[in-house]
């Protein structure tokens, strides 16, 4: 009889072990943009992003923030990623502009870097200068016409922290204006 309930124990045992084994093995892993092949993947799961063509073209971290620039079938776009306790980057935030060769954006960092225009172009992007009236002043950023490509602007700094963004002007490579 003892042989039998030590039999029952090991049979109990290892069919416990192999639950735990399937469960841990088969159960969704969290990804994190910790490398571009991972970032790829995290933006190809989120909704409406999952079968779009995705290239990165740039990322930089400021402290705990993570900022990569990147086309979305062509479409120029960035996703913000936070560090967290683990050292990993967990997504928070993404934005792509369906308008055209040229996305503008101004992500909100956590860290304590300056605030900054973000600049993502396509290659067939054929700006080469952008002026944005910021409270009352001209922000001016040139660019590389039909290069994929991220540049940052730091805005100009403000004693309240408030931003006005009045007018927007767009130059081609022989300084003519560009209506968009």
């Known amino acids: 009889m003892r042989n039998h309930n030590k039999m029952i124990y090991i049979s109990v045992s290892i069919i416990l072990v192999l639950i735990i084994a399937i469960y841990y093995f088969n159960r969704p892993r969290q990804l ?7 970032i790829i993947q995290i933006i190809n799961s989120i909704e409406g992003y999952e079968d779009k063509e995705i290239e990165i073209i740039d990322s930089i971290d400021f402290e705990n923030d993570r900022i990569v620039g990147f086309l979305s079938d062509n479409s120029p776009g960035y996703i913000q990623f936070i560090k967290n306790e683990s050292g990993d980057y967990r997504w928070q935030h993404i934005e792509v502009n369906q308008d055209g060769p040229l996305g503008i954006f101004l992500p909100n960092l956590t860290s304590s870097q300056p605030h900054q225009f973000m600049f993502v172009a396509n290659s067939f992007n054929d700006i080469a200068k952008v002026q944005i009236t910021v409270n009352g002043g001209v922000v001016e950023q040139t660019l590389t016409p039909f290069v994929a490509s991220v540049v940052w602007k730091p805005l100009p700094e403000t004693t ?3 931003y006005r963004y009045d007018d927007y002007q767009y130059f081609d490579a022989d300084g003519n204006i560009i209506n968009r």
């Open 32 to 38: 994190y943009g910790n490398d571009e092949e991972s």
């Open 160 to 162: 309240n922290g408030e």
